[in-house]
């Protein structure tokens, strides 16, 4: 019997501390917490809501109605917020659960999340989200081109942003000894240049309140030039990669190599907005080089001898420039590389496209 007490002590001792410890959780409030706790409420009880149409990733064009269909078990939702392109669209207090987005929120190209939260009481709302496409419009329509005029170009000039002014050609180059310069237009001839650190890859450029802007490829960073001097006066970043620039009236457009133009405010330079670039039937990927002309956006289309012309307000794609064949074989070498680089002469209405590493300076004519 003395060798059974102990025994008797032990157990007892340690069946309470089990019981204690699953008693308690030792941070008070925890049971509380755990009681309201929806996960706790039988399957049956919970609120619930899924999208019935539209259908994942189905397509519309702009300007569209869209029909959303909404679905909820028991009927246990007392009310349905709609989102759309992450605007609130609708309040829903009632079945049944439908709705038509009105075309003033498909007035922009691009993947659009359709986001629906549904509320029971106070218990723990329910959401359920899915993209839907907007394609452009219109079939875009197809360009030509003629040249006008031939310059001489640098060949070791790798071009990644391209802008004319006041008489000059300005042009920012990529790859090892990246660099922005002033050229000559009818020579060819580099006036100034200014060299960026050999760690940094050069990309696009453009011209904003008489100051330059230029871009990196991965850095994230970019530089602000005093145009008559290019002396830097100021650093910008970005989290993007940078490929093409140009500016907008009082924005800056920057594109990163996917379907992507963002627009942001010169001083700050922070995104104010986005557009998904889209024509009838595709996204339209690799935006590199751009240039605004007369209310749109040129973009070239990187790897291709395409010109994408962008509406800036909706982002769909209004036409096409075919300018294959504008260098000629007997131009190309080994390091000739793709078009890219777009300057317009707003003046003296003249456009301007070379490429990377190019001997010639093309000035074009569109025709259809």
Known sequence: MKSNCPRFFISTLLTLTLVWMFSCSGKPGRNEARSADTSSVPAAEKTSVSIVS??????????????????????????????????????????PWEFTISPEYTGTTGRKPLKVTAYEGRKKPATATRFVIVYSDVAPRRYGYRVVHTYPHDRN???????????????????????????ELTTGKVIRQHNLDGSLFGEGITLYNDKIYQLTWQNKVGFVYERPTFRLINKIYYPTEGWGLTTADDRLIMSDGSNV????????????????????????DSL????????????????????????????????YIDLKGLLGSSDRTETTDVLNGIAYDKAGNRIFVTGKNWPKLFEIKITE
């Open 288 to 319: 590199n080089e751009l240039e605004y002309i007369d209310n749109e956006i040129w973009a070239n289309i990187w790897m291709t001898d395409q010109i994408a012309r962008i509406d800036p307000q909706s982002g769909k794609v209004k036409g």
């Open 157 to 183: 000039a790798f071009t990644q942003g391209l802008f004319y002014f006041n008489g000059m050609l300005y042009e920012g180059t990529g790859q090892t000894g990246s660099n922005l310069r002033e050229v």
């Open 261 to 284: 133009l963002y627009y942001y405010e010169p001083e700050m330079f922070t995104v104010v907005s986005r557009l998904e670039v889209y024509d009838n039937v595709n996204m339209i």
């Open 54 to 95: 539209p259908n994942v990733n189905e397509g519309f064009k702009l300007g569209d109605e869209i029909k959303v269909v909404l679905s909820t078990e028991n009927r246990k939702a007392d009310s349905v917020i709609i989102s759309f392109d992450s605007r609130r669209v609708a309040v829903l207090n009632g079945e």
